[in-house]
């Protein structure tokens, strides 16, 4: 009669395995999660930045600001949209040029404010804003960058 060595696993093996993968995985997910909305943050304020840019070079052309993006030219830029209705670079962002008070005010200032798209994620992506307190990013002419409802996500 022979004796069989048995090979393979045990039990109590699989299950630490199991519970170090569950504790690597607590640590990584959010860590990614994180460094995401860190990204599509830059995208948000790489796409304001550059459309401050191009109000600057539209109001040397004709002593007023755009009041859209449509008549900045945002397209020419790789930006997607029509009329006041535009995406970022990377498309996590709507971009816009807030309603000034009267055509006057054009002459004077512009506000370019930046709102995330919801994306097929929404609900832990809002989760994930909202925890940060960074909804919307908004430049203006005089270059005050501000975000909602938190003060500092520009940094």
């Known amino acids: 009669m022979t004796l069989k060595t048995s090979q393979g696993f045990t039990l109590i093996e699989l299950i630490i395995v199991v519970t170090i993968i569950g504790l690597l995985s607590m640590i990584a997910v959010p860590t990614?999660?994180?460094?995401?909305?860190?990204?599509?943050?830059?995208d948000a304020k790489a796409s304001l930045m550059e459309l401050s840019q191009l109000q600057e070079s539209f109001y040397g052309d004709n002593s007023k600001y755009a009041k859209d993006l449509e008549e900045l030219g945002a397209t020419k830029f790789g930006f997607k949209g029509s009329g006041n209705k535009f995406t970022s670079k990377e498309g996590f962002y709507e971009l816009s040029v807030e309603p000034p008070k009267d055509e006057a005010e054009l002459q004077k200032t512009y506000t370019l404010k930046a709102v995330p798209i919801p994306s097929d994620n929404q609900e832990s992506r809002e989760k994930s804003l909202k925890s940060e307190g960074c909804l919307s990013f908004t430049i203006d002419a005089a270059g005050n960058k501000k975000s909602s409802p938190k003060i500092d996500c520009w940094h």
């Not at 990614?32 to 830059?42: G, L």
């Open 32 to 42: 990614y999660n994180n460094h995401i909305t860190k990204s599509r943050r830059a």
